[in-house]
């Protein structure tokens, strides 16, 4: 690990915040918290659209699939491309896009001219851009901290993101409720540039590269072999894949909120044939 204590301020903490001490971890860790949160909140955003606009529990549950697929294929690819690049860098490129099709989601919405489809072309490019996106940021953390308060770091950044899901959508409900459907994107647009600020202004310690590298599709094809020959690794990863698909997750909240408890029955975005609700100005 190359110097970090010129990273480090001069406030001693307890063990399990040890990383909050160094100033580049902690600019992560509240952009993290900050991005993920905002992540939940569009999510949820999108779950109730789909449903207002659809009103099937079937195309709700099609945006998890939408979700899945490209992470299902683009991740390996992602964790080669986080090895090989400034991570700094892509990392301002992936918020970037993210901005932008928030944006984009947020005056569809708001003008009323938002469709079911666009809906899920804006899942799909989002995830595809998350996939990278996370695979760069799994790969920068570690470099941020000394190697004896590695595993608080990870705590530190499991929780940022049990917390912001969980926070996320309850804030979801309240802006939907009172600023109406569009809202959810502009508060997560503003949340991409809380953590572009944050790795903006960050000092980071040279990266540590191979000499050799394999070519790209060989060292993909090495990723996958590694992980599916190593029992705990091809076992974690059959665990999140069942924890992901059978969760509480926002589209089953949304089907209770408004079939079982009524919720929702006020006029918005969702039909061209009732009125529409008051969105943000634009």
Known sequence: MHDLEHHKSGINLPRGLAPLGY????????????TNAGRWIELTGLVWLVYELTNSPFLVGLLGAARALPALVLSPVAGVVADRVDRRLLLLVTQGLSLLCSVVMAFLVAMRMIETWQIYVQVMIQAAIMSFDSATRQALFPSLVRRSVLPSAVTLNVTATRVSKFVGPAIAGFLIAGL?????????????????????????????????????????????????????????????IVFSLFEINPAIVAIIGRELLGLGQRPSVSSSRRPHSVLFSV
């Open 23 to 34: 100033r580049d971890f902690t600019l992560y860790w509240v952009g993290v918290a900050t």
């Open 180 to 240: 109406g459907e569009a809202s959810p994107f502009f508060v997560n647009a503003f949340s991409f540039l809380g953590f572009m600020g944050a790795v903006a202004i960050m000092r980071p310690v040279p990266e540590e590269r191979q000499d050799k590298q394999l070519p790209f599709a060989k060292d993909v094809l090495e990723g996958l072999r590694y992980i599916l020959s190593t029992p705990v690794l091809s076992g974690i990863l059959k665990l999140e």
